[in-house]
């Protein structure tokens, strides 16, 4: 069995996307209506499909609950390029909880992207 894809519920599909996309290298794969929803894509076919929050579950979303009630994670083949996404995530003005550190046996941090999504990013020594 494989993970096939993540739903997140945002404000702001297109400002989501492009996060994901400039700063994790996924690829848009589809854009239905205008805004009104995507689908991303990595190298091993996991899909990150990002919608407005459905009315019938109470249209809520991280943003308009102001919390953050899941993380999600991205693991690097070095412990270099966690400082380099680290870096450009910086110079885009991007919230962080602090810098890169060593943590729980690895080297990582975490980041807030557009819809209040929790985003840890980190490298463990095989």
Known sequence: MRLNHLDFHVPDIAATADFFI???GLRLKDMRGNNGLAILEDD????IVLSHAIAKFGTADQV????????IGFILPERADVDRVHAGLVADGVAFSGPPAAMRGG???YCTAPGNILVEVGWRPG
């Open 44 to 47: 091993a076919g996991l899909e």
């Open 107 to 109: 080297w990582l941090f």
């Open 22 to 24: 400039r700063h994790f």
């Open 64 to 71: 308009e609950l102001q919390r953050q009630t899941y993380h």
